[in-house]
């Protein structure tokens, strides 16, 4: 039996399987808004590439795109603007 392994989105806790994007977890789990960001326009995945940086979040912290960001167990994520998503 494998542990089910979880991130925090928001303070809240979602599975993921090993492999995926952060982005693609928060799709898994029914979750396709990541808050605004500094323009006050909607995150979102998207491209799935990086390209056009619609996915942006805080991950421990750091601004990165979702699409590019291999999720981890324990690790933190946000919207880039408090109280967002």
Same mark, same amino acid.
């Given at each position: ?10 303070? &809240? $806790? ?5 492999g $995926?994007?952060? =982005? =693609?977890a928060?799709?898994?789990? !029914? &979750?396709?808004?990541f808050?605004?960001? !500094? =323009?006050g326009?909607?995150?979102?995945y998207?491209?799935? &590439?990086? %390209?056009?940086?619609? #996915?942006?979040?805080?991950? !421990?912290g750091?601004?990165t795109? %979702? #699409?590019? $960001? ?6 933190i994520?946000?919207?880039? $603007?408090?109280?967002? %998503?």
């Open positions: 039996m494998t542990a089910v392994r979880t991130f925090f989105w928001q303070g &809240i $806790e979602v599975p993921f399987r090993a $995926e994007s952060v =982005a =693609a928060l799709s898994g789990a !029914n &979750i396709h808004g808050g605004k960001d !500094n =323009a326009s909607q995150t979102r998207f491209c799935g &590439i990086g %390209a056009c940086q619609c #996915c942006l979040v805080r991950v !421990n750091r601004t795109e %979702a #699409c590019l $960001e291999p999720v981890h167990a324990g690790m994520v946000t919207a880039l $603007e408090d109280g967002d %998503a």
